[in-house]
């Protein structure tokens, strides 16, 4: 693959087609439905009137026809939608002004939303970069950035975008270990800012073409699939035990060596390589026992 090709499953770029948006917001619609009005009525006026004439009937019905065909180029247009306008199969531009404007009435008019919106993956078992089988789930939020792609180079922006996003979930996942267990690689478990980046990229490349803009990704649901979750809870509980020993294995080392320290500093007593073998030995049993300790409490000398 190239270095500017597409990821996989992805269209291939259509602004070769010269489809791109431009601005068409058209005529203000007010002047244009007071005119409308205007020749409706007046053509009404000369078909009532006492004149009884064929010229005065044709020019009648032609006011009212006009008229009809004026308002028909009426577009209403609401905050946060556009309409992209088409005229003999050409492509003349968007309306993204709100409020009423008057196009031609010859033209079509195709609604798309430009409302920020979002799309959460169904769960999918895919298996990690270590082959262990996983479960995962992500929501995007996406708007429509640009109308004329939007309408012209895909042929339903919901679904490419829905598509896309499990596909991208499907290659992120499969790129990342599920956890690296301490090997210093990013995961999907404990890498959620990297994970989001990755995931928000290769959206955004897959979904450009479509004129979609990628706001922002996230992992709703992450889990080993069920086959495996019980051996792999039983493996955290284990390296949880492990981690959790070593810690107070260290702790209690580094307590010894204050106890025999300050002894020392003090000139308490002295203590020959053996009696600080045993008062080690003691102290390190008492710090990392798992159960209480019953002290033997010696009314001799220190060596009986």
């Known amino acids: 693959m190239a270095k500017n ?3 996989a499953g992805v269209p291939a770029d259509t602004s070769a087609s010269g489809v791109s948006e431009r601005s068409a917001d058209g005529l203000s619609g007010l002047p244009m439905l007071g005119l409308s009005l205007l020749l409706v009525l007046g053509g009404a006026g000369v078909l009532t009137s006492n004149i009884d004439m064929t010229a005065s009937r044709v020019l009648g019905i032609m006011l009212i026809v006009l008229g009809a065909t004026t308002a028909s180029g009426l577009t ?38 430009t409302r920020i919106r ?7 078992k895919v298996n990690d970069a270590d082959g262990s089988p996983i479960e995962i789930a992500a929501v995007v939020v996406w708007q429509v950035e640009e109308t004329a792609r939007a309408v012209y180079a895909i042929e339903d922006v919901v679904a490419f975008v829905g598509i896309q996003t499990e596909t991208a979930v499907r290659q992120v996942a499969t790129s990342y270990p599920y956890d690296a267990h301490g090997g210093g690689r990013p995961s999907l478990l404990h890498s959620a800012d990297e994970i989001t980046g990755k995931l928000t990229d290769e959206i955004k490349a897959r979904v450009s073409r479509a004129g979609v803009r990628v706001i922002e990704s996230r992992l709703t649901r992450l889990a080993f699939a069920p086959e495996i979750a019980q051996v792999m809870l039983r493996r955290q509980q284990a390296e949880a035990v492990v981690a959790a020993r070593q810690r107070i294995v260290d702790g209690a080392v580094g307590m010894v060596e204050q106890a025999l320290a300050r002894l020392e500093e003090r000139d308490f007593v002295e203590l020959d390589q053996e009696r600080k ?28």
Not at 87 to 99: E, I, K, P, Q, S
Not at 118 to 124: D, F, I, M, P
């Open 5 to 7: 090709d597409p990821p």
């Open 76 to 113: 209403q247009v609401v905050p946060g939608e556009a309409r992209v306008i088409q005229l003999f199969g050409r492509y003349t531009g968007t309306v993204r002004r709100a409020g009423l404007r008057w196009v031609n009435p010859f033209s079509r008019r195709r609604k798309v939303s």
């Open 118 to 124: 979002n799309h959460e993956t169904s769960v999918a």
């Open 277 to 304: 073998a045993a008062m080690v030995s003691n102290l390190l049993v008492v710090l990392c026992s798992d159960h209480v300790t019953q002290p033997v409490v010696n009314t001799g000398s220190l060596y009986h």
